[in-house]
């Protein structure tokens, strides 16, 4: 899935503004009922159902039954619609993660980066369009300011500097959304072929069985027959060996786990 969308391509300072509400609200123009919330609404659910690419002014003025230019009214452009886009679906990570109550009792850091990762898989799983997009530039709205602010602070008893939590953050989310694209694409191939999992291996079988016989490949050869199954986690088990590691330099720091 090549990366085709960046987001902040638009106009950063009115995306700020929609996304905290600080910008002049459109008093007159648009049709009646036609708001920010539900422009963005309905983007969202075109770019799940359709891809990102189905997402512009003039399909959402259709979906809408409105005239585009009382979508403009709203929000500039495409550009800043998908920031917003952005902020919206990244809101639904971690439930009340964007809300946090204060006094609940802290996690602890591994339990933390436990839900952070399997929110993050759920997000990509729910919006692949996700995938599409090059947030390197993340326009920064209530709902990704929200989610990191609780990932943050179930972190702090790791003992480790701020920059270093930063790359705490960084290294999960490339695990996850690495993890995400490779299941991502498996759903995909299928849809895109017609062709099953098994019809595709199916089909290399008979001279896959030649190739394993002939010696050449040892180690391969002796592989069980559940090495490559559907039924072993390879998320899971990714996810607790990185936290085994990150557990080792926790305990470096602080004279304990997480």
């Given at each position: ?43 969202v ?35 800043e ?53 090059n ?43 690495g ?34 016989n ?10 069980s ?34």
């Amino acid at each position: 899935m090549a990366t085709t969308e960046s987001s902040g391509g638009g106009d950063v300072s009115r995306s700020m503004e929609l996304l905290w509400g600080t910008g002049e609200r459109a008093t007159r123009g648009p049709k009646p009922g036609l708001t920010l919330d539900r422009i963005v609404t309905a983007a969202v659910e075109l770019a799940d159902a359709e891809g990102l690419s189905a997402v512009s002014m003039r399909r959402l003025s259709t979906e809408l039954g409105a005239g585009t230019m009382s979508l403009y009214r709203h929000v500039p452009g495409r550009a800043e619609l998908m920031d917003l886009m952005l902020d919206r679906v990244q809101g639904e990570s971690g439930g009340s993660a964007a809300d946090p109550d204060p006094s609940a009792a802290a996690p602890g850091w591994r339990k933390t980066v436990e839900t952070a990762a399997r929110d993050e898989l759920a997000l990509y799983q729910a919006h692949p369009w996700l995938l599409s997009v090059n947030q390197t530039r993340p326009v920064l709205g209530p709902g990704a300011i929200g989610g990191m602010e609780a990932t943050l602070a179930g972190l702090k008893d790791m003992g480790l500097t701020d920059p270093e939590l930063i790359s705490v953050l960084i290294m999960v989310s490339g695990y996850v959304s690495g993890v995400a694209r490779t299941q991502v694409h498996a759903v995909e191939v299928q849809q895109s072929t017609g062709i099953s999992d098994d019809e595709f291996w199916k089909a290399q079988e008979p001279i896959l069985s030649a190739v394993m016989n002939s010696g050449r490949y040892p180690a391969m050869a002796t592989l069980s027959a559940d090495a490559f199954g559907p039924d072993f986690d390879h998320f899971e088990f990714g996810l607790q060996r990185l936290l085994d590691g990150l557990e080792v330099l926790v305990t470096q720091r602080t004279g304990g786990g997480g």
